[in-house]
């Protein structure tokens, strides 16, 4: 895999990421492409009038330098994603009377 999106015009933006080795190759290409075709589904939705935007994570630099030469703001983050070692035991759930957890089937 080269590259990926997600597209999410409810809220007026996206999310992607491109393979290290091919940045420097697609990054121009990539945003506006990504960014018309966003466009087109907020149009056959009708939601043009969502502001538009793209999550990068803090550590991202390179993709910080990149969407903002290309004219983005950064703003207030929406949320924050965090990370735990897998090495430590993970707690067991505790789980309020009546519910419980289980296997989709």
């Given amino acids: 895999m080269v590259a990926w999106i997600i597209l999410s015009p409810a809220v007026g933006g996206f999310n992607m990421a491109i393979h ?29 009038d969502k502001p538009f935007g793209l999550s990068v994570f803090a550590s991202d630099t390179e993709t910080i330098a990149w ?17 735990r070692s897998l090495d430590d035991a993970i707690p067991e759930s505790q789980l ?6 289980r296997s989709a089937e």
């Fill in 20 to 48: 290290p080795d091919y940045f420097d190759q697609l990054q121009g290409d990539f945003l506006s492409q990504v960014e018309q075709h966003q466009r087109q589904v907020e149009q056959k939705y009708g939601l043009e």
């Fill in 67 to 83: 969407v903002e030469q290309s004219g983005y703001v950064k703003e207030k983050h929406m949320y924050t994603l965090t990370t």
């Fill in 96 to 101: 309020p009377d009546g519910f419980t957890i």
